[in-house]
């Protein structure tokens, strides 16, 4: 779970705090989300994030597998190997997603959670 809280909002653009298990006791990370481009950045990690490594070989094996399916299904739009590691910041990542889908309505979140699990 993570929970975040909107800390500035100019324009189209807001600052949060994100909280990693609601744990407010720790330094959280920041994050600048911009509603009208859909998108995000991680300006700060929170103490207690946790960063996931994923190998340029098991994710163009994923590739592959993905591919062969398109493939059999006869699409075209096949999905291109990468060649470097990539990393994920597992609740920052989340936190995003749920700011940008709470925005749907065209109101920026003040606050909000996510959980997985």
Do not use: C
Not at 30 to 49: C, M, N, P, R, Y
Not at 105 to 110: G, L
């Amino acid at each position: 779970m993570v929970t975040f809280q909107l800390i500035e909002s100019k324009g189209s653009v807001g600052t949060y705090l994100y909280y990693p298990e609601g744990d407010l006791s720790k330094n959280p990370g920041t994050l600048v989300v911009d509603f009208e481009k859909q998108s995000g950045e991680i300006i700060a990690l929170a103490e207690s994030e946790i960063i996931q490594k994923h190998s340029a070989d098991s994710m163009n094996r994923m590739a592959d597998v993905i591919n062969e399916m398109k493939s059999q299904n006869g699409e075209t739009d096949f999905i291109e190997h990468v060649t470097e590691d990539e990393e994920e910041a597992v609740y920052a990542g989340f936190a995003l997603r749920q700011i940008l889908r709470s925005y749907q309505n065209r109101e920026i979140p003040q606050n909000g959670k996510n959980m997985w699990y």
